[in-house]
Nanobody
Framework: QVQLVESGGGLVQPGESLRLSCAAS????????MAWYRQAPSKQREFIAD???????NYARSVKGRFTISRDNAKNTVFLQMNSLEPEDTAVYYC???????????????WGQGTQVTVSS
């Protein structure tokens, strides 16, 4: 059974940095894409960034230039380096992965449990 486990959230001051990690495990043949989303209180979940298996990336306009997504394919892990954090970045951050369980099988999408990021002075 596939699991996504996030880590690295916490409380930081404006202008500081955090690095989130998300490790996928269980029943994985390949991971075509991994992504990060976030959800602030009383707001809808929003896309932050994604990365393909060959390293192509895509970012939301609100974080471009401040956040960097990367992945370690050998460890089935995706990272989100967040710099110059702002109070508006406060949210629960969720990892998302599209996983192939094997050749000739349909890809499935999984979510992590979320990790809280709070930016406050």
């Amino acid at each position: 059974q596939v699991q996504l486990v996030e880590s690295g959230g916490g409380l930081v001051q404006p202008g500081e940095s955090l690095r989130l990690s998300c490790a996928a495990s269980g029943g994985i043949f390949s991971i075509p894409a991994m992504a990060w989303y976030r959800q602030a209180p009383s707001k809808q979940r929003e896309f932050i960034a994604d990365i393909t298996g060959v390293g192509r990336t895509n970012y939301a306009r609100s974080v471009k230039g401040r956040f960097t997504i990367s992945r370690d394919n050998a460890k089935n892990t995706v990272f989100l380096q967040m710099n110059s954090l702002e109070p508006e970045d406060t949210a629960v951050y969720y990892c998302n992965a599209r996983i192939s369980p094997g050749p000739d099988r349909v890809d499935e999408t999984y979510w992590g449990q979320g990790t809280q990021v709070t930016v406050s002075s």
